[in-house]
T-cell receptor, first 111, second 112 residues
């Protein structure tokens, strides 16, 4: 079974802090994604990556950046956290011809 | 832009009743459609994936149909159980790049 692991289940950060959300998958998938989920808005794609060092903006990239130095790891970076980035963040990976696999999510609170 | 709608937003049924969850999308040019389940505070678990060339997929008590021309998919859950209580989301792949467009979900409560 594919395992997608997000390093933190809950995070509390202060406004202006730099925040790193880490995601690791164990199935050698090329494609990895970061979504955020908010009540009433559903899941929205922040960034995705098709390969190491490759990244593309999703629907809501503002205020975020990503890093993919190794195939198994995809990091989401909040350069200067703001309260409107309080949300549930979900990482996903995909290897082709199969469903998208999600991690358990990181609930981030920015105070 | 692909819009995905799920109605109703919430549903409560007694145990044993069959569940019918609806998903509609605005652009019929999809690559595939997926149904996911999400338990409170958790990530999403894939239930069924229907390729655009397929009309339905089945897994156990779950059956999902796809009608691309009308922009609809339906998830049927037979003989519901309290353990089926969760939020169910559908998502469409707009092209062959897995940039999914998600619906907001239907939250199901199955009463014992």
């Amino acid at each position: 079974d594919v395992k997608v692991t997000q390093s933190s289940r809950y995070l509390v950060k202060r406004t202006g802090e730099k925040v790193f959300l880490e995601c690791v998958q164990d199935m050698d998938h090329e494609n990895m994604f970061w979504y955020r989920q908010d009540p009433g808005l559903g899941l929205r794609l922040i960034y995705f990556s098709y390969d190491v060092k490759m990244k593309e903006k999703g629907d809501i990239p503002e205020g975020y950046s990503v890093s993919r130095e190794k195939k198994e790891r995809f990091s989401l970076i909040l350069e200067s956290a703001s309260t409107n980035q309080t949300s549930m963040y979900l990482c996903a990976s995909y290897g082709g011809y199969e469903p998208l696999h999600f991690g358990n999510g990181t609930r981030l609170t920015v105070t | 832009k692909q819009e995905v709608t799920q109605i109703p937003a919430a549903l409560s049924v007694p145990e044993g009743e069959n569940l019918v969850l609806n998903c509609s999308f605005t652009d019929s040019a999809i690559y595939n459609l997926q149904w996911f389940r999400q338990d409170p505070g958790k990530g999403l678990t894939s239930l069924l994936l229907i390729q655009s060339s397929q009309r339905e997929q089945t897994s156990g008590r779950l059956n999902a149909s796809l009608d691309k021309s009308s922009g609809r998919s339906t998830l049927y859950i037979a003989a519901s159980q309290p353990g089926d209580s969760a939020t169910y989301l559908c998502a469409v792949d707009r092209s062959d790049d897995y940039k999914l467009s998600f619906g907001a979900g239907t939250t199901v409560t199955v009463r014992a």
